[in-house]
């Protein structure tokens, strides 16, 4: 048995800790070939301080094995402080043990097989009036469009909110997440400072929303509606607080990260015609059209390979957070009580010995005969993995797919010249220049 006397001989990660109070923070947010930099120079696992605290990062699929089995024993999930301030005390995020399990199980809910079946009408119906949209546009810039429309989706069917996207709570909603993770200096002028304003008068906005169905007959098919009735298994519901704070997750988790994948998926279909030729094929000879069934969009096999490689190539999420709660030892290092640990998603999905021509896009290998998913374990971890794995991880999926397969079969799009498509990182990953288009309805 290993003593604490034993971990604190070994050694700790190599690596640097960079300035006094902000360590490495600004070059881990803005700087995008960070952690590349820093596996050339020490390998898969180093050491830094961000966000005022050390830090160790841990890459590739033993890793995140690793940490996801050792879950409330050796770490438990955490974020930065402005990630967990802007999201709020009472939030599932946030939370860990006993209280994260009996939330998640509530929250969970909202993401039922049945409960994705009546979400499908709303999805399809946005989605072509967004195509239609579009088409009248001209040149345009496709992300906040994007934005636009995941919006409108996510505030329809979780609060019951109609064009979401014109509405007060998406232009919070937007500077709210500009703040997510930034230096925590609450002044007016920085970007945590005009977040955290923005998710009060948030909440009030949500407020207003709950109060209101609260005072009426619960009859609405929307998220909401199940966490208004919801009981955990001592029969107690959600506080206002807490629905308040898990509203606004459902929100961010259906909004956010979802935006960076579609909005990655039509980038790189129009760089590779090829692979567009091939789900247009596959589109046709399925020959589904609306009103899809869940059954028909999981037999979009080729379809589901490209949204596969798309998350692999650029994963919305670049990492996850966890804190140690104990010391532990991983790979001979000593990793003391009270750092935090980040797991890569990003860097995961570009191991070699995996990924064969890592920075090619190819989705064959995805298909069945490859499966390159299941050659190791945790390998592609696009919605993270173990207890916290990505609670709307379904939605997610199921929302890629409609939008795709809509897109594919009713508009041809292209990229507008002159642009710079470098991704931007932050909040997560898009095209720098707002990815520009133009968009015409197919015959």
């Not at 104990?326 to 990793?335: A, C, L, N, W």
């Amino acid at each position: 048995m290993t003593t604490n006397s034993d971990l604190k001989s070994l050694p700790l990660p190599p690596g640097d800790s960079g300035l006094p109070f902000i360590g490495e923070t600004l070059n881990f947010l803005f700087d995008r070939n960070f952690n590349t930099k820093k596996i050339a120079k020490y390998g898969k696992i180093f050491k830094t301080n961000i966000f005022g605290n050390p830090s160790v990062t841990m890459i590739g699929g033993e890793a995140n094995e690793f940490l996801f089995r050792h879950e409330n024993q050796y770490v438990v999930s955490t974020w930065p402080k402005s990630t967990r301030i802007l999201l709020g005390k009472t939030s599932l995020a946030v939370k860990s043990g006993d209280f994260h399990t009996s939330r998640r199980k509530i929250l969970a809910q909202a993401f039922q097989p049945r409960v994705l079946a009546s979400y499908l009408p709303t999805i399809e119906a946005i989605t072509e009036n967004y195509l239609e949209k579009w088409s009248k546009l001209g040149e345009f810039a496709w992300y906040p469009e994007l934005r636009h429309y995941t919006f409108d989706i996510a505030a329809k069917l979780f609060v019951g909110l109609d064009n979401g996207s014109e509405t007060r709570l998406c232009a919070l909603f937007e500077e709210w997440c500009n703040g997510l993770f930034s230096i925590p200096v609450n002044l007016p002028f920085t970007k945590f400072g005009k977040a955290l304003k923005c998710r009060e008068e948030m909440l009030r906005e949500i407020e207003v929303i709950v109060q209101q169905r609260q005072g009426q007959d619960n009859i609405k098919s929307d998220a909401l509606s199940l966490l208004l009735t919801a009981e955990d298994e001592n029969g107690h519901r959600l506080t206002l607080e807490e629905l308040k704070d898990q509203v606004l997750l459902l929100l961010f988790a259906g909004h956010e990260t979802l935006t960076s994948a579609i909005a990655s998926f039509c980038l790189l279909t129009a760089q590779h015609p090829q692979v567009l030729a091939k789900i247009r094929q596959e589109q046709e000879t399925l020959n589904y059209k609306p009103p899809f069934s869940l059954e028909q969009l999981k037999e979009m096999t080729y379809l589901e390979q490209v949204l596969k490689e798309v998350l692999r190539l650029i994963p919305p999420v670049g990492g996850g957070f966890r804190q140690a709660i104990e010391d532990f030892s991983y790979e001979g290092y000593y990793i003391p009580k009270g750092w935090t640990v980040q797991y890569q998603i990003a860097q995961t999905h570009q191991d070699e010995t995996l990924y064969h021509d890592k920075d090619k896009f190819e989705p064959d290998r995805f298909s069945p005969e490859n499966s390159v998913e299941k050659q190791k374990k945790f390998g592609f971890v696009p919605f993270g993995g173990g207890l916290r794995e990505c609670i709307g991880k379904e939605f997610a999926r199921l929302e890629m797919r409609v939008f795709a397969s809509l897109l594919t079969q009713k508009a041809e799009w292209e990229l507008s010249p002159n642009q710079d498509l470098t991704m931007q990182l932050i909040p997560t990953p898009h095209p720098k220049d707002g990815l520009k288009v133009r968009l015409t309805m197919r015959n």
